[in-house]
């Protein structure tokens, strides 16, 4: 490469291989502009996501919304976002199907008659709605609704009482005393909910498609052994209520869930007296359930709630009733010690009675009753012995007594592996706010290693942080935020604390572990 004219080609060919190169990279840049250019046209021509949703997709997407708002306003709001939206919402019957009379005027009521064209209605009267107004304005509402009676699929009605000034006789008594007469041939579902201690009901014998009944305070009604296909069934019982009337009140031969809540205690039924050939569900949370829990036969029941007083009397010696019972839910609404050996007798009994049970839900404070020996004997036999299908428990609210029940619920599980049992799914789950309960829950959220070791565990509602307060002096508080570590890595902190490994920033400091969500 000595020769200079050799040089200057070689530098020659580089330059233009150089030029060539800027040139191709110019025209890339310019192509990357345009193609830049031409995909933010076609993004911004494009419409967006959710007008790109299938119209049936969409449709129950503006139910959902529609449905969660009692006025109009909601789906005046949705039906200008677009003309696509407008379009399905005026199009749309279901959309227009539910009336809230109390919350429209005529002219609305109108409009959703109209729209909803022949779809099934449902008729909501709501005695809490603001727009409280004279008897006769009302009157003339009802009209309008009552004109499409044989349309309505849905009537629910809520009344509290605080309309006196309108309706001395109470809002619930006007309402019913209007619907005495009325033809509702396709009613299917009617919930009532009031504060007033006695309303009078429409003739149950008008509604001969009325499958589900959800009743406020129970009254005593002759017509409800009349509806022949009614499926669920939901009252009150109180405290009065004549006892040889309930067994004539209920239609049970196509009952499949009923729900039963309120005082029982006068009730005097024979037992195996009340046969439900076909009910599948039932909620029993009253006080004095005893009698009635004897007085039923229902060999096709599989779900069952039971809230009541110890279940000792209810469930001794009904013998095989309720072995096709699956899945419980249990509380005990008296107080009670638990080293009772009675309450250990009635949660024997109850777990006895209830053999087939795969999925139970308990409260925390009722972990010590079925999960520990009878007290004051050497026996280790349990109540929870005898679920030995048992898949899956939840304790709901594990009280402060539940880390004095923890080595008696551990050891259970222990026994369950040691026996080859298949392993547990448990839960526990926290649904209160109070403040006064997060230190204990915090203080069980220690154990979870332990109790996960023995059983496949989840754990819902629990606080994820604590807070704990150093106090640097009189008036020189200092807050800090920790996560809720397991109990190895607490006690490690502990430890720290105690051997002042931890500079505060001033002799004498002194901490306070406040637990807080």
Request: hydrophobic share 40%; proline share 7%.
């Amino acid at each position: 490469m000595d020769d200079p004219a050799a040089a200057r080609a070689k530098l020659a060919r580089l330059e233009g291989e150089a030029r060539k190169l800027a040139k191709g990279l110019l025209d890339a840049r310019t192509a990357i502009s345009e193609q830049r250019a031409k995909l933010d046209e076609l993004i911004r021509s494009r419409p967006p996501p959710i007008h790109r949703l299938p119209t049936e997709l969409l449709l129950s997407i503006l139910s959902i919304e529609i449905h969660r708002y009692r006025g109009p306003r909601r789906k005046q709001e949705l039906a200008s976002v677009s003309c696509q939206w407008r379009d399905i919402i005026l199009h749309t019957p279901s959309l227009w199907s539910t009336i809230n009379v109390t919350w429209l005027n005529r002219s609305s009521i109108k409009i959703h008659l109209k729209r909803s064209r022949e779809a099934p209605l449902t008729i909501v009267i709501d005695g809490g709605s603001p727009r409280w107004m004279p008897a006769p304005k009302l009157i003339a509402l009802l009209d309008i609704v009552m004109s499409c009676a044989h349309r309505w699929y849905t009537l629910e009605a809520v009344g509290r009482g605080d309309a006196s000034g309108y309706y001395p006789d109470g809002f619930m008594m006007f309402i019913f005393d209007k619907f005495k007469h009325l033809e509702l041939p396709s009613l299917c579902r009617v919930r009532i909910g009031t504060d007033e201690d006695i309303y009078p009901l429409f003739s149950l014998a008008h509604t001969p498609a009325l499958q589900h009944l959800d009743l406020g305070k129970f009254t005593p009604l002759s017509g409800l052994s009349a509806i022949p296909v009614l499926q669920t069934l939901r009252l009150a019982a109180h405290r009065g209520l004549g006892h040889p009337l309930f067994p004539n009140l209920i239609p049970t031969q196509k009952l499949t869930t009923l729900v039963l809540f309120g005082d029982v205690t006068q009730w005097l039924l024979q037992p195996n007296s009340i046969h439900f050939p076909v009910l599948r569900s039932l909620a029993v949370e009253v006080l004095g359930a005893e009698e009635f829990m004897k007085a039923i036969v229902s060999p096709n029941l599989e779900y069952l709630t039971y809230s009541s007083n110890s279940p000792s009397d209810a469930f001794g010696g009904v013998g095989s009733k309720f072995g096709k019972v699956r899945h419980i839910s249990f509380s005990d609404v008296t107080p009670r010690c638990c080293s009772d050996y009675r309450e250990y007798g009635g949660a024997m009994a109850f777990c006895e009675a209830l053999p087939g049970i795969r999925h139970a839900e308990l409260t925390g404070k009722d972990i010590p009753l079925f999960f520990q020996s009878a007290p004051g004997l050497s026996s280790t036999r349990r109540p929870a012995d005898q679920w030995n299908h048992l898949e899956s428990l939840v304790i709901l609210n594990p009280s402060s007594n539940f880390p004095n029940s923890f080595t008696g619920l551990v050891d259970w599980l222990v026994d369950r592996r040691r026996l080859g049992f298949s392993q547990l799914r448990m839960k526990l789950v926290h649904t209160r706010h109070d403040p006064e309960a997060i230190p204990c829950n915090l203080y069980i959220l220690q154990y979870y290693h332990d109790l996960k070791e023995y059983c496949s565990l989840e754990m819902e509602g629990f606080p994820l942080t604590q807070t704990m307060n150093i106090w640097l002096g009189e008036n020189l508080p200092l807050m800090q935020s920790f996560p809720c570590f397991p109990r190895k890595f607490m006690r490690d902190i502990d430890t720290v604390f105690a051997e002042g490994d931890v500079c505060c920033g001033n002799d004498g400091a002194s901490s306070e572990w406040n637990s807080r969500t």
